[in-house]
């Protein structure tokens, strides 16, 4: 593996470099997100609230590529569900109900995208209880948007310097044709087992087994880790040895993909044993990929070799306001 070729490919991939939009947005609206009762802002998976009587409100949003739609909109109406509701998993909560936006369809492609809503929507037992549609438009656009409710939290800002980092992703599926990077490990699953594995998150939530946890976007797992890190003030190594791929997929593109089940998690280093058995239980793959550090750089390493491939103090990815 020629280390800093794959960094490259990183660094240029397009799932990471839009996330550059993401701090220049927020410094547009900076002073608009906090009135009083937010306990996690933006940068984290979701937004969370306290909620009266105990606990935390969570609201997070999606939109999915247009191109996806294009490509195969029972898929990406699938994609707008799933996508909300592992950002809410991945603050140790769980998701309430989601509303959708569509606009720019013409029948056929509205139809097959609803139904992938509904689809997703059993599958999670999630209700889907509103929306908007606008059938103007040039290009299809399709979001959704989620709200849910967690007892405790898994968050960024929990991650200190010297914390174990571990990649969780479901291995048993099947990839969405050549063009495209993504994984498919729930169209196998019934709503009971899905929903199973899901509730792992909400364990480890609950019994302060992990401090944080980042389902893996379409940044991609390295890209996904990098937005991580750099929300807590964080560096890490990654042993790239340490991460398992499907034969159907060469290396960098599975660093880039979309998968329906992967989260990246953060816990104290006795923890690590019991994260890796509450997966393992489940039947998914799992395994320690790094540690954090106070360095504010990712950094890839593979047998002998090293590279940096983010330096956050230099160059942001997102460039958050503080």
Avoid at 61 to 76: C, F, H, K, W
Avoid at 88 to 111: H, K
Avoid at 127 to 140: L, Q, R
Avoid at 170 to 188: C, F, I, P, T, Y
Wanted: hydrophobic share 45%; with cysteine.
């Amino acid at each position: 593996m020629n280390l800093s070729r794959l960094a490259e490919g990183l660094r240029g991939f397009a799932g990471i470099r839009r996330k550059g939009a993401v701090g220049r947005c927020l410094q547009a609206m900076e002073g608009a997100w906090d009135f009083g009762d937010v306990i996690v802002g933006p940068g984290d998976d979701a937004a969370a609230l306290s909620a009266e009587g105990g606990g935390y409100l969570l609201l997070a949003a999606d939109g999915i590529l247009p191109m996806l739609v294009e490509r195969d909109p029972v898929r990406a109406g699938r994609a707008a569900v799933l996508v909300n509701a592992n950002d809410i998993y991945a603050m140790g909560g769980r998701p309430l109900a989601l509303v959708n936006v569509l606009a720019g369809m013409d029948e056929q492609q509205m139809e097959a995208v609803c139904r992938g809503i509904r689809e997703e929507c059993r599958r999670l037992q999630v209700p889907m209880v509103g929306g908007h549609i606008s059938p103007e438009g040039g290009a299809p656009f399709l979001a959704a948007a989620v709200l849910g409710k967690a007892e405790c939290l898994l968050t960024d800002r929990r991650a200190a310097p010297g914390q174990e980092i571990l990649l969780a992703m479901d291995l048993r599926g099947e990839r969405w044709g050549k063009a495209l990077l993504n994984w498919d490990s729930h169209v196998q699953k019934d709503s009971a087992t899905l929903r199973g594995d899901l509730e792992v998150l909400c364990a480890l939530a609950a019994e302060d087994v992990c401090v944080a946890a980042k389902d893996v976007s379409n940044a991609g797992i390295l890209g996904t880790l990098a937005m991580l890190l750099e929300n807590a003030g964080l560096g890490a190594e990654v042993d790239l040895a340490c991460i398992e791929a499907p034969e159907s997929f060469d290396f960098l593109d599975w660093l880039k993909v979309f998968p329906s089940y992967g989260f990246v998690l953060v816990c104290d280093p006795t923890a690590q044993g019991e994260v890796l058995r509450r997966f393992g239980e489940r039947g998914i793959w799992v395994n320690r990929i790094g540690r954090t550090d106070e360095s504010r750089s990712l950094r890839l390493a593979w047998k002998d070799d090293e590279c940096v491939l983010f330096d956050f103090s230099r160059n942001p990815i997102l460039d958050l306001p503080r």
